[in-house]
């Protein structure tokens, strides 16, 4: 089973942008769907973005809709997201992780990417 690594993260300041991308090591991504999940600090994971990985259906989080974008490189086996005006509470961990099958909980999750929004 393909090993998620994450990167792009850093240290911005508000209304920047960052691109995480998300890319399959020693394998390909064999699943239904791929995630973007982050971890505030404190605060339990949370959802932010996912997309089908063959008919491309994408979900947002309501706190990320209209400022993130989630995209899908089949050749590459890649996910990316692209954050627009980066807030303060944007601040997290972020991780990637995929769905196996449609209903399946999200499994083999990288080691993350710390994203740090300066006010």
């Known amino acids: 089973q393909a090993q998620l690594v994450e990167s792009g993260g850093g240290l911005v300041q508000a209304g920047d942008s960052l691109t995480l991308s998300c890319e399959a090591s020693?394998?390909?991504?064999?699943?239904?769907?791929v995630g973007w999940f982050r971890q505030p600090p404190e605060k339990v994971r949370e959802e932010v973005a996912a997309?089908?990985?063959?008919?491309?259906?994408?979900l947002y989080a309501d706190a990320v809709k209209g400022r993130f974008t989630i995209s899908r490189d089949i050749a590459k086996n890649a996910v990316s997201l692209q954050m627009n005006s980066l807030k303060p509470e944007d601040t997290a961990v972020y991780y990637c992780?995929?769905?196996?099958?449609?209903?399946?909980?999200?499994?083999?999750w990288g080691q993350g990417t710390q994203v740090t929004v300066s006010s």
């Open positions: 997309i089908t990985w063959r008919a491309g259906t994408i």
């Open positions: 020693g394998g390909t991504f064999s699943a239904y769907a």
């Open positions: 992780a995929l769905s196996p099958t449609p209903g399946a909980d999200f499994e083999s």
